[in-house]
């Protein structure tokens, strides 16, 4: 297996320019290489590029909070892309020192955020005409979104369970990515009342009375599937639990605010709108 | 010499040691004597520094304790503790050399250290780990660890030895043994104070006797003095007899229950 | 004879250290960059760069951090008389950690115009004040009766790492620092900040460390014996307890606030030096500092090369080898009834 690793990242190598070696510490940012047509350039990036599978297949310079320095100077990298959050600042201060030219990319869950990652990513790789037409394509499907969505009263209400198995489930409140995407999909977060993450309560789940559980994919999977994941206490209660009314969608495609954000927040708000029973209403 | 003058020790409101005069001369084997909780362990501490007294000063050489530098005084005086366990596995020889500590010469000493070992009887025992030993092997080499600490040659400048209990895990020939030891080291010049719980051995050995009960010192002299069956009777509540050691001159003590 | 061994083993160390990496650097090129920089010749290219202001500076912090951290393990345990004292375990670096955490919230967010909170020494001093904190209570904890038991001193540990886990947690949510995000490295610790400043400031703590507590090494043998003990032998006891827990806890602080809490180093290398040459203090202490200076560089370079060109936390391979270490003692201990 490492050795196909290796292998692979040869092979990227010897096909890439030389001078053009690009380590991508960030999911959304190594899908925006990917959609930009600049992947021959990328010769690492980190554990939460799941996106497409062959960048998964590239070699793992670490979680994007704990990159190590000489790991992303292995790679002989001429440029270095990273989210505003990640770090250690040590490691990448190090890496800029030594010389080589390290970008931060903002990552908060707007779509200025995101169209802005896209227009630098573009320019840092020379692509900037296809990063225009990423980010024209991407204003297109958010206006279809906005435009497809219903009256705010009549919107569904939707609770976002976050899970990674183990049984620990938490709710999004305000400000989070998934907050701002059931809001760029046309429908309500049915939790408003506190900030960021908070775990799952029988009565808390019942109070918000959700019309549709949303999850990520890898989430729903972790819980066990449908049927598991509604047997949590409370939730079999509300009336998404009523009418077994799950959404999932893939977890960098829902969360990530990266090219595909547009696309997310359509497919997002018809499925939203689609799930079984909710028309009646 | 270590003589205390109104010697008081407090602890909340029970007084262990109250208003204690008392003279411990070079050369003797004094011994202290009394039941569980007269205070017999508390005063030995009183008198090594262990414990502030509450009011009263100690004088040890004619100087107050106070005023003594630690190191000097450890080159002239060494105290046996009740036994505490060693919690690193060190062989009973480096054990024994530690009491050259206040010297700084430990690393020369082996010789030395192997014959205190021979004078408790456990050579045999020096390269042994301590944590193995039993209770009575560990006694035997901290003794020797005392013995080293102030050394065996006669002495005139007053060292003194201060043991607590220093036989209660022993087989009888070990009592002895160790308690002939001491007195030899009174013989040689040392004053040498131990706290005992055997009357027998106490008369036999002790040229002195403090008979302590309830912190207090009832009785003071040479065992045939102090020893007597009413006085017994009394300190310990018990009915005592005495009658004259078949084997040395001292006195013997045989004891019962008093009748309900 | 062993110390001569371990002295061979730390050079050694420092070599491995040096040679291995996620970028790979010929031996002879290693040879002739540091004989570049033994001569001033002028520094350039990316290999010169990565040994020198990556490398070299870690393998630095790894021999300081890892004689300190075991230094320390070893006072600690002559300290406490028991071989289970270890400043990770009875949360002495934890009380480190929240030192510095508490002190980079207090520089970042709650009073950003104080300048003397973003003076360099801060950091290290609010940790070592956390760590001394908590070696003065866990030491009026065990000063009620004469040794300290494995039960109190482990149960003060649980107590004070869960206290000081919620206070880092809660710290780490509030703050926006991106290091004090990074909840791991102060519970599995890294490396991976060392830079030359960082081992400029470090270094007279560590020293100080090292080649102070041989003096004591005397005492903490008599210490060993009982503290009245060690008082009629000699030895100032409440003065020179004072000054090692002063030591240690300058030592584990300034470890702690640069590489986070690395467990366990404290514990496993004082204990297999007493099984290579014994218990007296006056090896223990000189071996301690080599075997452990050795080991964290090693597995720092293990923690480096090991998933390159990521890396793994520091502390999963010292609780790796750690924990069953731990567990054993504390069944040998167990059998000797000295549990209670």
Request: hydrophobic fraction near 50%.
């Amino acid at each position: 297996m490492r050795t196909l690793v290796v292998l692979l990242a040869v092979a990227f190598a010897l096909e890439s320019h030389a001078s053009d070696r690009i380590v991508s510490a960030g999911g959304a940012i190594t899908e925006t290489i990917y959609a930009l047509g600049a992947q021959d350039a990328l010769v690492a990036v980190d554990t939460s590029s799941i996106y497409p599978e062959q960048a998964a297949a590239l070699p793992k310079v670490g979680y994007s909070r704990a990159l190590s320095a000489e790991g992303i100077l292995s790679m002989k990298p001429s440029l270095v892309l990273v989210n505003a959050d990640s770090g250690p600042t040590e490691a990448l201060n190090q890496v800029e020192k030594i010389g080589v030219k390290v970008v931060r990319l903002p990552n908060e869950h707007t779509v200025e955020a995101a169209e802005n990652r896209i227009r630098v990513v573009g320019s840092e790789v020379g692509k900037t005409e296809e990063a225009d037409k990423l980010i024209a394509a991407l204003r297109d499907d958010l206006k279809v979104a906005s435009e497809s969505a219903g009256k705010p009263e009549t919107a569904p209400r939707v609770l976002f369970i976050y899970t990674r198995g183990g049984g620990l489930m938490n709710v999004s409140g305000k400000n989070t990515a998934a907050d701002a995407m059931i809001a760029l999909a046309g429908a309500r977060n049915a939790v408003t009342d506190y900030e960021g993450y908070k775990p799952l309560t029988a009565e808390a789940a019942v109070a918000a009375a959700p019309d549709v559980i949303l999850v990520t994919a890898k989430g729903l999977e972790s819980a066990g599937g449908v049927d598991e994941l509604l047997k949590q206490p409370g939730l079999t209660l509300t009336p998404a639990g009523q009418a077994r009314r799950v959404v999932a969608l893939d977890d960098l495609y829902l969360l990530g605010f990266g090219p595909r954000l547009g696309k997310a927040a359509l497919e997002l708000g018809q499925k939203l709108r689609a799930s079984p029973g909710l028309a009646q209403k | 010499m270590i003589e205390a003058r109104q010697l008081s020790f407090r602890v909340r409101e029970r007084e262990l040691v109250r208003s204690l005069n008392l003279r411990v001369r070079p050369g003797e084997f004094t011994a202290i004597l009394g039941p569980n909780g007269a205070g017999k362990s508390t005063l030995l501490k009183l008198l090594c520094g262990q414990l502030k007294p509450t009011t009263g000063t100690i004088f040890f050489a004619g100087k107050p304790l106070a005023e003594w530098n630690a190191r000097d005084l450890a080159k002239y005086r060494a105290v046996l503790p009740q036994q505490s366990a060693v919690p690193f596995d060190f062989t009973a020889l480096e054990v024994v050399l530690l009491g050259r500590s206040p010297y700084g010469d430990a690393g020369s000493q082996e010789a030395l250290a192997r014959e205190a070992l021979r004078m408790t009887d456990s050579e045999h025992l020096a390269d042994r780990v301590v944590t193995t030993l039993s209770g009575g092997e560990l006694q035997r080499v901290q003794f020797a660890r005392v013995l080293l600490q102030i050394g065996w040659k006669p002495v005139s400048d007053g060292r003194c030895l201060m043991l607590d209990e220093p036989i209660s895990n022993l087989d009888p020939a070990h009592q002895h043994g160790a308690l002939q030891v001491a007195r030899n080291m009174a013989r040689r010049g040392v004053t040498v104070l131990v706290v005992l719980h055997d009357l027998n051995l106490a008369a036999q050995y002790a040229d002195h006797v403090l008979l302590m009960k309830q912190g207090a010192i009832v009785a003071e002299g040479a065992p045939t003095e102090v020893m007597t069956a009413d006085r017994i009777g009394e300190v310990f509540s018990v009915r005592a007899r005495i009658t004259k050691n078949p084997l040395c001159e001292a006195p013997a003590v045989f004891v019962e229950l008093p009748p309900r | 004879m062993v110390v001569a061994a371990l002295i061979v083993a730390a050079i050694g160390s420092v070599i491995v250290g040096l040679s291995l990496g996620a970028v790979r650097i010929p031996p002879g090129e290693i040879l002739s960059i540091l004989w570049g920089k033994l001569t001033g010749a002028a520094a350039s290219g990316t290999h010169d760069a990565v040994l020198w202001h990556l490398r070299a500076p870690r393998v630095v912090l790894g021999l300081m951090v890892g004689a300190g951290l075991s230094v320390a393990g070893a006072l600690m345990q002559g300290l406490f008389r028991n071989p289970l004292a270890d400043p990770s375990l009875i949360g002495v670096s934890s009380g480190a950690a929240l030192g510095a955490v508490f002190s980079i919230v207090l520089g970042g967010v709650l009073l950003p115009t104080l300048p003397f909170l973003h003076h360099a020494g801060f950091l290290p001093m609010a940790a070592f004040a956390g760590a001394l904190g908590v070696t003065l209570f866990i030491q009026r904890l065990a000063n009620t009766s004469g040794y300290t038991a494995v039960a109190t001193l482990l149960l003060a540990g649980v107590a004070v790492n869960a206290l000081v886990g919620a206070v880092i947690g809660f710290a780490t949510f509030l703050a926006t620092d991106a290091q004090l995000r990074t909840l791991s490295f102060w519970t599995l610790g890294s490396l991976g900040a060392a830079d030359w400043k960082i081992v400029g400031i470090a270094l007279p703590f560590c020293l100080g460390l090292v080649t102070l507590a041989p003096l004591f090494a005397g005492a903490l043998n008599a210490l060993s014996l009982g503290e009245a003990e060690a008082a009629h032998l000699g030895y100032a006891v409440e003065r020179i307890k004072g000054l090692i827990i002063f030591l240690t806890a300058a030592g584990v602080g300034v470890c702690v606030a640069y590489t986070g809490i690395i467990g366990f180093v404290g514990l496993v290398v004082p204990h297999l030096v007493r099984l290579m040459i014994g218990p007296d203090h006056r090896w223990l202490i000189p071996g301690s500092a080599l075997l452990g200076a050795s080991l964290l560089v090693l597995a720092d370079t293990t923690a480096r090369v090991i998933v390159a060109p990521a890396e793994m936390p520091i502390g999963i391979l010292t609780a790796a080898f750690g924990a069953p270490f731990f567990l054993g003692m504390l069944l040998r201990q167990r059998r000797k009834a000295l549990w209670s």
